[in-house]
């Protein structure tokens, strides 16, 4: 998967998030400057592809239910940003990630 972020606000610290709960890593940390930002990382995709294809999402950067997977974006001190004084995340859906289509919103 690749994931752009559009003109972040610049000095913020922006990181993909490896696993769950307080055991999480924080990967590919990024301070923002005027430029985009750009993710890459891969996740495994199952699913019935003779059914009803509903792609099922797998691996350490998928977070939540089968229903409702999605990727967190840590900021700040979330991202083990230092010197940052914000800390947060972006929660990107896959829900509307389809076989074979490109997510475009």
């Known amino acids: 998967m690749h994931i752009i972020l559009e003109k972040p606000p610049v000095k913020w610290g922006f990181a993909l998030q490896k696993g769950s709960g307080n055991e999480y890593e924080t990967v590919q940390l990024q301070t ?14 199952k699913g019935d592809k003779e059914k ?38 972006m929660k990107i859906p896959l829900t509307r990630v389809s076989h074979g289509k490109q997510l475009v919103s």
């Open 52 to 89: 009803d294809w509903q792609p099922d999402f797998k691996g350490p950067f998928v977070q939540g239910s089968k229903l409702g997977r999605f990727i967190y974006l840590n900021i700040g001190t979330y991202a083990k940003h230092t010197g940052s004084s914000v800390g947060g995340r």
């Open 32 to 45: 923002a400057n005027s430029d985009d930002l750009n993710f890459d990382f891969t996740v495994e995709i």
